[in-house]
């Protein structure tokens, strides 16, 4: 899989949590919480989204490294060996 792919799934994730927006318009770094307005039941689910998409295991640590597109793109591609 590559960058490319698991950057459009990350936002494709973000678009399902928050449908009213453009998750593809966000800034690479921007915090997603601001950038989409969402809390942290949302990011929770976003993060379950990309665990059952991608079958990455994350830890709750981990959590901070997937608050930007750009972060969660680079974390799990990382993990993915992409």
């Known amino acids: 899989m590559t960058r490319a792919e698991i950057r459009q799934i990350v936002v494709d994730a973000l678009g ?4 009213e927006t453009d998750p593809g318009a966000i800034p690479e770094t921007a915090d997603v919480r ?3 307005d969402i809390d942290s039941m949302d990011v929770l689910n976003f993060i379950i989204a990309l665990h059952e998409r991608l079958k990455v295991e994350i830890p ?4 901070p490294k997937l608050l930007t597109v750009a ?3 680079g974390y799990l591609a990382a993990k993915l060996g992409a």
């Open 60 to 63: 709750e640590i981990d959590y």
């Open 71 to 73: 972060g969660a793109t």
């Open 16 to 19: 399902n949590i928050a449908p």
């Open 34 to 36: 601001e950038a989409l």
